[in-house]
């Protein structure tokens, strides 16, 4: 049953909440996400009642996080201000202040290497009074126990400063911040505590390791696989953290499973993840954005395949993936297996047009591919004499027709100087070239074992003429700064047609909602928490432009088959048609606004806050 959605403020407002997270200020995954974009619902029903709290990382933290007063630290009054300063009087190194993101929370940052000196104690303090063991040479495992001991004692501090009559709600997200909670039930910190896993730690290794992981997943024997694979301690902190919690709570309705068989409790709740949508909104300006960004790629594809030969853009779409390198988990294996049965079917059914399929992930790699940077290169020149040349012509031909007579278009060819004929002539004579576009634009480390490459040769996914799908592997981030892109990612999925993400193993999954709130088209799939999330709450979602991937009880060529159906669909509606499905997309965003799903949050809280 769905929890009703009530105005956290007037149920809660003798409480105050402390929120978690390794990545506050600290950009390294997905949990960056989800606490970033739900700052701006959260703010406005928790004001000066809410902080969150996470390692300081001076790197990390210098773009993103802005101190404190002196002066306002001296003579606040609040429980998160007094705690700091507290922990100052001890002599810890606790940094205070503003998160510079929309609503601008207050923020509680902690260097977690002040205390290594007292790491062997920590450890052994783990291992006595709660079995987990912790190595001599994880600095991860390290870091992490340092910042659960610190913040141990800011949360004993806060308890201490908060107002007679009031409660302290602490939520946790991700065994990284959830070492300190056994330690506060043991001490009887008096805080109500909520811990939220997004992915099982080892549910991920496993999905990545065994093609039947759901299938397997009741007859795991948790600690036998952690060992294997070298993770017990974080699952162990893991462990202790889910139950040593009043309320447990995780994602999706997908890993509740995951849940009850590798952590051995069943969630209480389940919380979904969402975006803030007016971040996204761009009014009725999507559409324009759509073409604004499609421009920008059309360069690079006229750039990286028009040298060895050319093909009508007007009648290309643009597809794309993305996310971790997780070669099954995220599906790249379906998605190519199911791009290679399009190709033949496109080249069979004589249809026109063309897909260029982009994979963004990121690779270890050496350099960008010198001849993927000189295909540019020479395309740049090519345009710098065209708009030379553009530029003699018209004011020779704005001066031809004002001294006209006879009122006809004159031969354009003859006001072009011979040098500009000449060089005309010889780029496009050096630009030309049989040599095929290469499917990846970066020199891997190594690109012998990268399953993606080995598909695309093992099925000839080589970008030859008569490909009907062409591919572009683009093993790093996009940004602003890359030569060969140049955008933000955000603007890349505007001017792309669709973004398929049929993904294995994904808790939740960011892509395709970002997709949705950029009025993008997404395939998921029901294995994903957001697919599952979507088959749950909207009736016919294709009607709204999200297509799911039926992967539950099918096989790997039966759910690569579905997929090849649902883009050869797509690739078969005109451009009315498409524009109409943007259209219901991004009217469907709203759904996944955090407005409306912070109230699984507050459903959470208010069960912790009945338990002692």
């Given at each position: 049953m769905?929890?009703q959605?009530?105005?956290?403020?007037?149920?809660?407002?003798?409480?105050?909440?402390?929120e978690?997270?390794w990545?506050?200020?600290?950009?390294?995954?997905?949990?960056?996400?989800?606490?970033?974009?739900?700052?701006?619902?959260?703010?406005?029903?928790w004001?000066?009642?809410?902080?969150?709290?996470g390692?300081?990382?001076?790197n990390?933290?210098?773009?993103?996080?802005?101190?404190?007063?002196?002066?306002?630290?001296?003579?606040?009054?609040?429980?998160?201000?007094?705690?700091?300063?507290?922990?100052?009087a001890?002599?810890?190194?606790?940094?205070?202040?503003?998160?510079l993101v929309?609503?601008r929370?207050?923020?509680?940052?902690?260097?977690?290497f002040?205390?290594?000196?007292?790491?062997?104690?920590?450890?052994?303090n783990?291992?006595?009074?709660?079995?987990?063991?912790?190595p001599?040479?994880?600095d991860?495992?390290h870091?992490?126990?340092?910042?659960?001991?610190?913040?141990?004692?800011?949360?004993?501090h806060v308890?201490?400063h908060?107002?007679?009559?009031?409660?302290l709600?602490?939520?946790?997200?991700?065994?990284?911040?959830?070492?300190?909670?056994p330690?506060l039930?043991?001490?009887?910190?008096?805080?109500?505590?909520?811990?939220?896993?997004?992915?099982?730690?080892?549910?991920?290794?496993?999905?990545?390791n065994?093609?039947?992981?759901?299938?397997?997943?009741?007859?795991?024997?948790w600690?036998?696989?952690?060992?294997h694979?070298?993770?017990?301690?974080?699952?162990?902190?893991?462990?202790?953290?889910?139950?040593?919690?009043?309320?447990?709570?995780?994602?999706?309705?997908?890993?509740?499973?995951?849940?009850?068989?590798?952590?051995?409790?069943?969630?209480?709740?389940?919380?979904?993840?969402g975006?803030?949508?007016?971040?996204?909104v761009?009014?009725?300006?999507?559409?324009?954005?759509h073409?604004?960004y499609?421009?920008?790629?059309?360069?690079?594809?006229?750039?990286?395949?028009?040298?060895?030969?050319?093909?009508?853009?007007?009648?290309t779409l643009?597809?794309?993936?993305?996310?971790?390198?997780?070669?099954?988990?995220?599906?790249?294996?379906?998605?190519?297996?199911?791009?290679?049965?399009?190709?033949?079917?496109i080249?069979?059914s004589?249809?026109d047009?063309?897909?260029?399929?982009?994979?963004?992930?990121k690779?270890p790699?050496?350099?960008?591919?010198?001849?993927?940077?000189?295909?540019?290169?020479?395309?740049?020149?090519?345009?710098?004499?065209?708009r030379a040349?553009?530029?003699?012509?018209?004011?020779r031909?704005?001066?031809?027709?004002?001294?006209?007579?006879?009122?006809?278009?004159?031969?354009?060819g003859?006001?072009?100087?011979?040098?500009?004929?000449l060089r005309?002539?010889?780029?496009l004579q050096?630009?030309?070239?049989?040599?095929?576009p290469?499917?990846?634009?970066?020199?891997?480390?190594?690109?012998?074992?990268?399953?993606?490459l080995?598909?695309?040769?093992?099925?000839?996914?080589?970008?030859?003429?008569?490909?009907?799908?062409?591919?572009?592997?683009?093993?790093?981030?996009?940004s602003p700064?890359?030569?060969?892109?140049?955008?933000?990612y955000g603007?890349?999925v505007?001017?792309?047609?669709?973004?398929?993400?049929?993904s294995?193993?994904?808790?939740?999954?960011?892509?395709?909602?970002?997709?949705?709130?950029?009025?993008?088209?997404?395939?998921?799939?029901d294995?994903?928490?957001?697919?599952?999330?979507?088959?749950q709450?909207?009736?016919?979602?294709?009607?709204?432009?999200?297509?799911?991937?039926?992967?539950?009880?099918?096989?790997?060529?039966?759910?690569?088959?579905?997929l090849?159906?649902?883009?050869?669909?797509?690739?078969?509606?005109n451009?009315?048609e498409?524009?109409?499905?943007?259209?219901?997309?991004?009217?469907?965003?709203?759904?996944?606004?955090?407005k409306?799903?912070?109230?699984?949050?507050?459903?959470?809280?208010?069960?912790a806050?009945?338990?002692?």
């Amino acid at each position: 049953m769905q929890p009703q959605a009530h105005p956290t403020e007037t149920l809660l407002p003798d409480v105050f909440l402390i929120e978690s997270a390794w990545e506050v200020c600290n950009q390294v995954g997905g949990i960056y996400t989800v606490i970033r974009s739900k700052v701006p619902a959260t703010m406005p029903a928790w004001g000066e009642r809410y902080c969150l709290l996470g390692p300081y990382f001076p790197n990390q933290a210098q773009g993103e996080f802005e101190p404190l007063d002196e002066l306002e630290v001296h003579t606040g009054s609040d429980p998160y201000t007094s705690a700091v300063r507290a922990m100052r009087a001890q002599g810890y190194d606790v940094c205070i202040g503003t998160w510079l993101v929309t609503g601008r929370p207050r923020v509680v940052l902690i260097n977690p290497f002040q205390v290594y000196g007292q790491l062997a104690q920590l450890k052994t303090n783990l291992w006595q009074r709660h079995g987990i063991p912790a190595p001599d040479h994880d600095d991860l495992l390290h870091q992490v126990i340092a910042f659960g001991h610190l913040s141990k004692i800011f949360m004993q501090h806060v308890a201490a400063h908060v107002p007679a009559g009031k409660r302290l709600l602490a939520h946790f997200h991700e065994w990284m911040t959830g070492v300190a909670i056994p330690d506060l039930r043991r001490e009887r910190v008096p805080a109500h505590i909520v811990f939220t896993t997004h992915a099982t730690l080892l549910g991920r290794y496993l999905a990545m390791n065994d093609p039947d992981f759901y299938d397997h997943l009741m007859r795991v024997d948790w600690q036998a696989e952690a060992r294997h694979f070298n993770i017990e301690p974080a699952v162990q902190m893991e462990r202790a953290a889910a139950h040593g919690s009043h309320v447990f709570t995780t994602v999706s309705e997908l890993t509740v499973r995951e849940c009850i068989y590798l952590l051995d409790r069943m969630p209480d709740a389940v919380l979904p993840n969402g975006l803030n949508i007016e971040r996204f909104v761009a009014l009725h300006e999507f559409q324009n954005l759509h073409q604004q960004y499609k421009s920008k790629i059309h360069e690079f594809v006229m750039a990286h395949f028009f040298q060895s030969y050319s093909f009508d853009l007007d009648k290309t779409l643009y597809l794309f993936t993305s996310g971790r390198y997780e070669y099954h988990n995220k599906g790249f294996d379906l998605t190519l297996e199911a791009l290679a049965r399009l190709n033949h079917r496109i080249q069979a059914s004589g249809m026109d047009g063309q897909v260029v399929m982009f994979f963004i992930t990121k690779r270890p790699y050496t350099s960008i591919n010198p001849q993927v940077l000189e295909r540019r290169a020479l395309l740049d020149e090519v345009r710098d004499t065209c708009r030379a040349i553009e530029q003699q012509v018209g004011e020779r031909l704005f001066y031809a027709a004002a001294a006209s007579q006879d009122h006809k278009l004159p031969e354009l060819g003859e006001m072009v100087d011979d040098y500009w004929k000449l060089r005309y002539r010889r780029q496009l004579q050096s630009w030309k070239t049989n040599v095929l576009p290469p499917v990846i634009t970066h020199n891997l480390g190594d690109d012998r074992t990268d399953d993606i490459l080995n598909f695309m040769r093992r099925a000839q996914l080589l970008n030859h003429r008569h490909d009907r799908v062409k591919m572009v592997y683009h093993p790093d981030f996009v940004s602003p700064s890359s030569p060969l892109l140049g955008m933000e990612y955000g603007q890349f999925v505007r001017g792309c047609h669709l973004g398929v993400f049929p993904s294995y193993y994904e808790p939740w999954g960011y892509t395709p909602l970002e997709c949705v709130a950029r009025g993008v088209p997404a395939i998921t799939s029901d294995l994903s928490g957001f697919g599952d999330y979507v088959l749950q709450t909207i009736p016919e979602p294709e009607q709204k432009g999200i297509f799911v991937v039926r992967r539950q009880e099918k096989t790997f060529h039966e759910a690569a088959e579905e997929l090849c159906d649902m883009l050869w669909n797509f690739v078969q509606l005109n451009r009315r048609e498409r524009i109409m499905q943007r259209n219901a997309v991004e009217s469907s965003a709203e759904l996944f606004d955090w407005k409306n799903l912070r109230v699984h949050y507050d459903h959470a809280y208010g069960l912790a806050l009945e338990r002692q």
